[in-house]
């Protein structure tokens, strides 16, 4: 059974600093990963989806890599700023194109 | 287009009464999914649908029931509801195609008194 862990559940950082939200999934036999973003009260918003094929993808500030073999995913956030301050949902697609989640990281960038 | 929506936006209920979450997408997706969101939590999985007719259950269906009897909605119904059954509900859907990209609807707020 797929799992998917994020660590850390918190992070706090001074505006400006990059940053790396980690992702593991348990089973690397994944059609692809997502990455959200979640406002408070709010819907997903779509920020990155990786296929299993590649290894990484890039949105302005924002990087998402993949190592299916290690059971990793990392996303890279570039001069955070305050308006970054979210949960950030990583969801792995399994092979019964399920999506999994993981439970969050919360980020609070600090002005 | 409108993407996914869903109805209502919010909804308190009393133990016991029952209720219909509404999700509709306008993209000709195949594939819909119910999902329940509590606090601190990922999302989890109750119901999906491959298709117009078909419904299976995913991680925690219990005390849920759905339908689609149409390709573009896909019903969640609470029969009795439990204060258990408070969350946040969201709907998604994807098509088969090379990304497997599901959307998500805004969701749906609900309290169970």
């Known amino acids: 059974k797929q799992e998917v862990t994020q660590i850390p559940a918190a992070l706090s950082v001074p505006e400006g600093e990059n940053l790396v939200l980690n992702c593991s999934f348990t089973d690397s036999a994944i059609y692809n990963l997502q990455w959200f973003r979640q406002d408070p009260g709010k819907g997903l918003t779509s920020l990155l989806l990786?296929?299993?094929?590649?290894r990484e993808q890039t949105s302005g500030r924002l990087n998402a890599s993949l190592d299916k073999s290690s059971g990793r995913s990392t996303l890279y956030i570039a001069a955070s700023q305050p308006g970054d301050s979210a949960t950030y949902l990583c969801?792995?697609?399994?092979?019964?194109?399920?999506?999994?989640f993981g439970s969050g990281t919360r980020l609070l960038v600090r002005p | 287009n409108a993407g996914v929506t869903q109805t209502p936006k919010f909804r308190v209920l009393k133990t016991g009464q029952s209720m219909t979450l509404l999700c509709a997408q306008d993209m000709n997706h195949e594939y819909m999914y119910w999902y329940r969101q509590d606090p601190g939590m990922g999302l989890r999985l109750i119901h999906y649908s491959v298709g117009e007719g078909t419904t299976a259950k995913g991680e925690v269906p219990d005390g849920y029931n759905v339908s689609r009897l149409k390709k573009q909605n896909f019903l969640l119904g609470l029969e009795s509801a439990a204060p258990s059954q408070t969350s946040v509900y969201f709907c998604a859907s994807r098509t088969p195609d090379t990304y497997n990209e599901q959307f998500f609807g805004p969701g749906t707020r609900l309290t169970v008194l």
């Open positions: 969801a792995a697609m399994d092979s019964s194109y399920k999506l999994i």
């Open positions: 990786i296929q299993s094929s590649q």
